[in-house]
Nanobody, 121 residues
Framework: QVQLVESGGGLVQPGGSLRLSCVAS????????MGWYRQAPGKQRELVARITSGGSTNYADPVKGRFTISRDNAKNTVYLQMNSLKPEDTAVYYC???????????????WGQGTQVTVSS
């Protein structure tokens, strides 16, 4: 199996910063895309940012220019640097990884347990 462990969430004031981390471990042959999603109360889970194995990134419009996604392939880790946080960024943030467990297998999607980010004064 593949396990994802997120860290770095918490309470921050508007305009502040947080850095989320997600480490993938377990039976992994290769990792393709890595990304972050978020889900606010009463809303659907939405994409925040994704990064390919080659380093190409895409961001949701509400976070462009404020959030930066990066990855360390040697550590099977993806990061989300969040700056200029707003109250509307409050949500549970989930890590998502597409990975192969074996050379012959297709990519499967794996999710972390989520980490709470609260932006409030």
């Amino acid at each position: 199996q593949v396990q994802l462990v997120e860290s770095g969430g918490g309470l921050v004031q508007p305009g502040g910063s947080l850095r989320l981390s997600c480490v993938a471990s377990g039976s992994i042959f290769s990792i393709n895309d890595m990304g972050w999603y978020r889900q606010a109360p009463g809303k659907q889970r939405e994409l925040v940012a994704r990064i390919t194995s080659g380093g190409s990134t895409n961001y949701a419009d509400p976070v462009k220019g404020r959030f930066t996604i990066s990855r360390d392939n040697a550590k099977n880790t993806v990061y989300l640097q969040m700056n200029s946080l707003k109250p509307e960024d409050t949500a549970v943030y989930y890590c998502n990884v597409r990975a192969k467990r074996f050379p012959w297998s297709a990519d499967d999607a794996y999710w972390g347990q989520g980490t709470q980010v609260t932006v409030s004064s």
